[in-house]
Structures are given as C-alpha cells and as structure tokens.
C-alpha cells in the first residue's frame, strides 16, 4: 500500500514560516509529479506548488515569492516551505502524488495525503 504522510503544519502569526513534508512509502516504482493542494473551509481546493521528478516546479500566483518546493528523490519526499505567511494562506494542506508508477504495473495513479492544518493568525 502507497501512503503519503505529511508533517509541519501549525498555528503562526502572520508574516510567520512553516516548513511541511510529504513522505511517500510503499511498493513505488517511481513519482512524475509531487505537489501541494490546500483547501480552507467551504471552498475548492487549489494546486498550491508542484514539481516534476526532474525539478520543474509551478506555483500558484497568490504564493509566487513566498513559497518554495523542493523534492528529495532517494527519500520519495517533497517539502514545502513557507514564508511571510498570510492568513489567506490557511486552509488544510494535502501533498499529492501524481503519475506513481509501481512495480509490475502499467498503470500510473494519483494518491493523496491526510492533510495538515496550517493555521496564520492575524
């Protein structure tokens, strides 16, 4: 079974940092994309970062210059850091794996994780 476990999240004040990581285990093969999704109460959830297993990476517009993803390939884990955070930026915070090839399969799937709250008070 493919998990993906996500860690960081929290309560800061605004203009605050967090750090979040996603730790993909299991039987994989191999992960195109890893990314970050958020979703606040009552509303959509949005593609927030992601990147491509050879680095590309796309954000979206409201976190341009504030937030940085990175993956570690050998570990199959992708970190999100957060910078002058806002309180827009609340919402819970899912990690995603997209295009997850396992072994013996031709197949690719779509997995996500549990979430983490991330919380920025005025």
């Known amino acids: 079974q493919v998990q993906l476990v996500e860690s960081g999240g929290g309560l800061v004040q605004a203009g605050g940092s967090l750090r979040l990581s996603c730790a993909a285990s299991?039987?994989?093969?191999?992960?195109?994309?890893m990314g970050w999704y958020r979703q606040a109460p009552g509303k959509q959830r949005d593609m927030v970062a992601r990147?491509?297993?050879?680095?590309?990476?796309n954000y979206a517009d409201s976190v341009k210059g504030r937030f940085t993803i990175t993956r570690d390939n050998a570990k199959n884990t992708v970190y999100l850091q957060m910078n002058s955070l806002l309180p827009e930026d609340t919402a819970v915070y899912y990690c995603?794996?997209?295009?997850?090839?396992?072994?013996?399969?031709?197949?690719?799937?779509?997995?996500w994780g549990q979430g983490t709250q991330v919380t920025v008070s005025s």
């Open positions: 299991g039987s994989i093969f191999s992960i195109n994309v």
């Open positions: 990147i491509t297993g050879i680095g590309s990476t």
């Open positions: 995603a794996a997209d295009g997850v090839r396992l072994p013996g399969k031709p197949q690719q799937y779509f997995y």
